[in-house]
């Protein structure tokens, strides 16, 4: 940790010299050990290491960035320089700031990679796929250990130092009988141990190959409908993070936030209960403006616990700062099981994917749905094609009538699977 910590203080006095009235800098050093598959075989392994200094200045208000991809001396001084001209032309803002006190030592996580873990993880999958779903192409497969080193200085005392290590296990592929195919999917996923014994890939690789067989003969729906969603872990992700962005900055400066003055209130299903995991595989407990990110509860049954402004989004809105990390989600699981809850959709659909575009400011939204399944009478049946749903992001908060007990764990998140109620088909 030494030497990202000794050229963080390296820095931050070039940024005083230079004559900013206050600095944050962040180095890091990120060491990757990468194994590649294509085209249901392997293809090849490699390491490599990536440097990154990030530098924030500010001169009376006025604020300046920059980032740099080595550490070499000369161009710091060039990049002080630059940002220190660019300051001095950018608006002034009295809610700009750096992190004040903030101390941190943080070790996370396997800190160097298993190479034969990571070979037999692989191996696993791929002859999981040929023997489970031949008809599935895996286009692209990797499992990868990173190692990030950072530490992060300020002017006003704050010192946060990190060493993490985690292995991410990613596949994306179609699947393809003659000359029809299905879409393609992916799924992937993060962890601090590789177990290459399941029953199946981890992080839902091994559903999604048997999605895709199931999807490559699709039809419409017959005629426009009323119905449910049966929302996979992959979409309620999609939902969560409308909702994030409704409880951060760009919402809540701007005035669109559907919640700034609901906390305390019923603002989703009492169903619902959301909290952070900020330890996560890959996650560190820090934030991006250099604050100690402490356990955070966003629902609990329904009723919001806090907004989620950075340090500028307080000092903007006069709203509490409340730190969090880059991910690291946690969804309570229900009490209803996956089958039990397609079992109760008379009409509806189960969804692989969201894809919707931006809801407009209430959070209304259309949208195709992908890799998605008709379910009919409580039985899923055929893979849709072209089909799309509408409503509103707020409202599916609100229409949540079944939480799964099975949750899937992808390391930065573990989310159940959700039936929610009244969305249009077409």
Known sequence: MSSVQDKADAVLDGALRRGFDAAMVEVSVHTLAELNAAHNEPTLMRSGERRKISLLGLVGGRRASAEIGDFDDAGIERALDEMFASAGSAPADDANGVSAGQQAQIVQGPQEADSEAMADAMREMLAWRAANTPTVTIEESMIAHHRVEAYTATTSGSSLSCQLGWYDHMAMGTAREGERSSSFNYAGGSSHALDASAAQPSFGIGNMFSDLARQI???????????????????????????????????????????????????????????????????????????????????????????????????????AHVPIAAGGWELAGGETSLAAMVAAVEHGAMVGRLSM????????????????????????GTALAEVMISGNMAQMLRDVVSVSRERLDTGSTILPWLRISGLHFS
Do not use: C, M
Request: aromatic share 8%; net charge neutral.
């Open 357 to 380: 575009g931006n809801p407009t400011s209430n959070g209304d939204f259309s949208g195709v749905i992908k890799n998605s399944f008709l379910i009919e009478g409580g039985r899923s």
């Open 217 to 319: 003969h699709t039809e419409a729906i017959a005629a426009p409908f009323v119905g449910d969603v049966v929302l996979t872990p992959a979409a309620v992700d999609s939902l969560l993070t409308w909702l994030y962005g409704q409880l951060s900055d760009l919402a809540l400066i701007s005035g669109t936030s559907l919640y700034r003055k609901q906390v305390g209130q019923l603002i989703a299903s009492p169903l619902l209960s959301l909290k952070s995991r900020f330890d996560a595989p890959g996650v560190v407990a820090l934030s991006h403006d250099g604050f100690v990110a402490a356990p955070v509860e966003l629902l609990r049954e329904g009723q919001l616990q806090t907004l989620t402004p950075s340090l500028y989004g307080s000092r903007k809105t006069g709203l």
